[in-house]
């Protein structure tokens, strides 16, 4: 699933809570799920492409495959397709029966290196992890009214990017314009996104403050010399991801619909 403007861009079902696909349920008369949050509304999206994926699989084997446990082998293997490398995903997590839109807290395209830092934190991240998973924007796109106070008030941005990223996200309107989170290799899971921070072409707010004077700027400047070591460091981090606090045995359930419980 891709998710345009939070972090880490790619998603393998974690959210608040942790890795149990809370985030693919609908919103019903007992709840308002987590779809609609500011930092989730129209920014991540592919839930039809889980949806086919769960249907093929309950037709193949009813009842055992988690979503969440889709997402977080989509995530792998999304990379992977895309050039990245591999990592082993444990499976057995099972799905939430619930969701909330109050308890979405995730930081967003304006947050400052502190947030990132502290909201990675909460969840057991360290900072060099963090780093790491922004590296999920190598790919992915994020809409115009999550880069535009970006690209028309800040000063640590390109000034030739600025200029093409305003031909598509004027001053008002066109909130839904797209615009590649890594240009020039947005289709390419590696380290460009670092190299562009280098060269003030992040294209969030989120991103550029990685590199910006700060405490992150070293682990940046690592990353865009060797690819393989954030590739390594990405994939760590994923494993890491993956473990964050899953419902397993009997705790949740296997939905048949990603969409709502059973």
């Known amino acids: 699933m ?3 403007g939070r972090l880490p861009e790619i998603s393998d079902g974690s959210h608040i809570e942790g890795c149990d696909a809370s985030v693919l349920l609908d919103d019903t008369a007992n709840f308002t799920g987590e779809k609609t949050a500011a930092t989730n509304s129209g920014s ?23 979503c969440a446990d889709i997402l977080a082998v989509a995530a792998r293997d999304s990379v992977v397709a895309l050039g990245g490398t591999s990592w082993t995903v444990l499976l057995g997590r099972r799905d939430s029966t619930s969701a909330s839109l109050s308890a979405v807290n995730l930081p967003g395209p304006g947050s400052s290196l502190s947030n990132l830092i502290s909201s990675f934190s909460n969840k ?5 992890e963090m780093v790491a998973l922004s590296g999920s924007h190598s790919i992915g796109q994020a809409r115009c009214q999550n880069f535009r106070n970006r690209i028309y008030n800040e000063a640590n941005i390109n000034a030739s990017y600025a200029t093409t990223l305003k031909a598509n ?13 890594d240009a ?12 562009n921070l280098i060269s003030q072409k992040g294209l969030l707010h989120s991103d550029q403050v990685l590199f910006n004077n700060g405490s992150t700027d070293a682990q940046v ?9 954030f590739l390594t460091d990405f994939a760590n981090a994923m494993v890491k991801m ?3 606090s899953p419902l397993t ?6 939905r048949k619909n990603c969409r709502k419980t059973n």
């Open 44 to 66: 991540i999206r592919g839930f039809n492409v889980v949806d086919t994926i769960k249907t093929n699989l309950e037709s193949s084997c009813a009842g055992v495959v988690s």
């Open 249 to 254: 045995g009997t705790s949740g359930q296997i």
């Open 221 to 229: 400047r690592a990353y865009s010399t060797n690819q393989a070591t």
């Open 169 to 181: 996200c004027p001053r008002s309107g066109g909130n839904n314009n797209l615009a590649a989170l």
């Open 242 to 244: 993956g473990n964050l």
């Open 124 to 128: 057991g991240f360290t900072t060099k």
């Open 184 to 195: 020039g290799s947005a289709t390419s899971f590696d380290s460009s996104y670092f190299t």
């Open 2 to 4: 891709v998710a345009q």
